[in-house]
């Protein structure tokens, strides 16, 4: 089971230079996610993989935590250091913590 974090920590994580791994699909992540999250969504992951550096931590996100949690697990299982943002993009936005697009307004979760 997946280390996990709630939104605060999982923000305070990215500042001290975690990734943000936003595992959602395309259309999810370009209506509203993180500032500065990475897009891998799931399914790319077992491939991409080898595109994340392994000296970074690694807070998966997706919308509600539950694919987010199997790509921490997957990760963690592949010798990173991955966790769970609990709640996924609900519960970010939820805490008031930003959500924006590509162009840099403000998004929405889907």
Known sequence: ????????????????????????????????HAPNARLIPLGDLPARAGELDPAHAIV??????????HAADALTAAGFDAVNLAGGMLAWAAEGLPVVTEQGGAGAVL
Do not use: N, Q
Request: with cysteine; glycine share 8%; net charge negative.
């Open 60 to 69: 998966c996100v997706c919308r509600s935590g539950h694919r987010s949690a």
């Open 1 to 32: 089971m997946a280390r996990e974090l709630d939104p605060l920590s999982a923000d305070d994580a990215a500042r001290d230079g975690a990734v943000l791994l936003d595992v959602r699909e395309p259309v999810e992540f370009e209506t509203g």
